[in-house]
């Protein structure tokens, strides 16, 4: 005698009359279902129907709960002269990867637009006066992040000036003083604050942008070049002295962007096109080509890389 089941066809679903039925292959003969299980029939078949209120509320469900962390979920980073340009992509972008991001300019009004437009988007952002040249500004950015977010994950240094066009001979002890002390050594000392706050969380990631001008110089800006060559050199001895205390130090060397920061070199079409040709280039880059690696090398994706510096300059020679 056979098993309950065995050897006989699945039953399959059939509607009678508007109601729900059960199908024997075996027997040839259709069955009623008992009113319990015709209502669990019902409530399948309604489920099942494409479309369906229930499908719809199941996907959004399933969506909502589904929605993925990004990838700086919780992180807090702070970026400096972050109110444009690059600075502002990179800050929106973090913002957007999941950080609490605090930005900084030197001026109050510059704050006050960049913070609104990125809450705006219901970013995590909140900013403040910072000129990195200053000892006491410093401070207060890393005291502000400390007070809103209660520690420090990710520093990207991108302030820099360049108040000299001309020939390098030319240039005065005054302009090397201002050009050395905000481009290399402000970078130098804020990291030097930032580091204990991100040891007390585990470790923490570091990026300095420095331009593809330490590669290839641009014409005209010697003193610049020079200090965003001395950034490659000081991301190694950083990312060397502080591997054992995990964290990370990278670098990031933008090409010809455009911003307000670097219009002196594309404003005019004929000199764009000119150094576009010599940088071996077929477009300007956008600030927003540059945020997302550095989103990407302040993540766990990144673990493994330290005292790298990474060129975005659509294709522009890149070594020394």
């Known amino acids: 005698?056979?098993?309950?089941?065995?050897?006989?066809?699945?039953?399959?679903?059939?509607?009678?009359?508007?109601?729900?039925?059960?199908?024997?292959?075996?027997?040839?003969?259709?069955?009623?279902?008992?009113?319990?299980?015709?209502?669990?029939?019902?409530?399948?078949?309604?489920?099942?129907?494409?479309?369906?209120?229930?499908?719809?509320?199941?996907?959004?469900?399933?969506?909502?709960?589904?929605?993925?962390?990004?990838?700086?979920?919780?992180?807090?980073?702070?970026?400096?002269?972050?109110?444009?340009?690059?600075?502002?992509?990179?800050?929106?972008?973090?913002?957007?990867?999941?950080?609490?991001?605090?930005?900084?300019?030197?001026?109050?009004?510059?704050?006050?637009?960049?913070?609104?437009?990125?809450?705006?988007?219901?970013?995590?952002?909140?900013?403040?006066?910072?000129?990195v040249g200053k000892a006491e500004d410093r401070q207060r950015l890393i005291d502000a992040a400390l007070e809103r977010h209660g520690g420090i994950d990710i520093l990207v240094s991108n302030a820099a000036v360049n108040p000299f066009m001309g020939s390098l001979l030319d240039v005065t002890e005054e302009v090397w003083d201002k050009i050395l002390d905000v481009n290399i050594k402000a970078t130098a000392l804020l990291v030097n604050k930032v580091v204990p706050h991100m040891e007390k969380r585990g470790g923490g990631s570091i990026v300095i942008v420095s331009s593809v001008a330490a590669y290839s110089p641009f014409p005209a800006l010697g003193p610049y070049n020079v200090s965003k060559t001395a950034l490659l050199g000081l991301t190694r001895n950083l990312a060397l002295e502080l591997t054992a205390r995990n964290i990370r130090v990278n670098c990031l060397a933008p090409g010809l962007i455009r911003t307000k920061f670097s219009s002196v070199l594309w404003q005019d079409k004929a000199t764009g096109d000119k150094l576009m040709e010599s940088m071996r280039i077929h477009r300007i880059g956008e600030p927003s080509d540059c945020a997302g690696i550095v989103s990407f090398l302040c993540s766990s994706d990144a673990d493994y890389i330290t005292g790298e510096t990474v060129v975005v300059a659509g294709g522009s020679p890149s070594r020394l």
């Not at 199941?58 to 990838?71: H, I």
């Not at 807090?76 to 690059?86: M, Q």
């Not at 001026?107 to 960049?114: I, M, S």
């Open 1 to 131: 005698m056979e098993e309950p089941g065995r050897g006989r066809k699945r039953s399959r679903l059939e509607s009678i009359g508007g109601g729900l039925a059960l199908r024997d292959p075996a027997q040839g003969r259709v069955q009623r279902t008992p009113a319990r299980r015709r209502r669990m029939f019902r409530t399948f078949a309604a489920f099942s129907r494409p479309g369906s209120a229930s499908q719809r509320l199941v996907r959004m469900s399933s969506a909502a709960g589904a929605l993925p962390r990004g990838k700086l979920a919780d992180k807090v980073a702070l970026v400096t002269a972050s109110t444009e340009g690059i600075g502002f992509a990179i800050a929106r972008r973090m913002a957007q990867d999941g950080a609490h991001v605090v930005i900084s300019s030197r001026k109050q009004a510059n704050v006050d637009r960049a913070v609104d437009e990125l809450q705006k988007e219901n970013l995590s952002v909140s900013g403040l006066v910072c000129h």
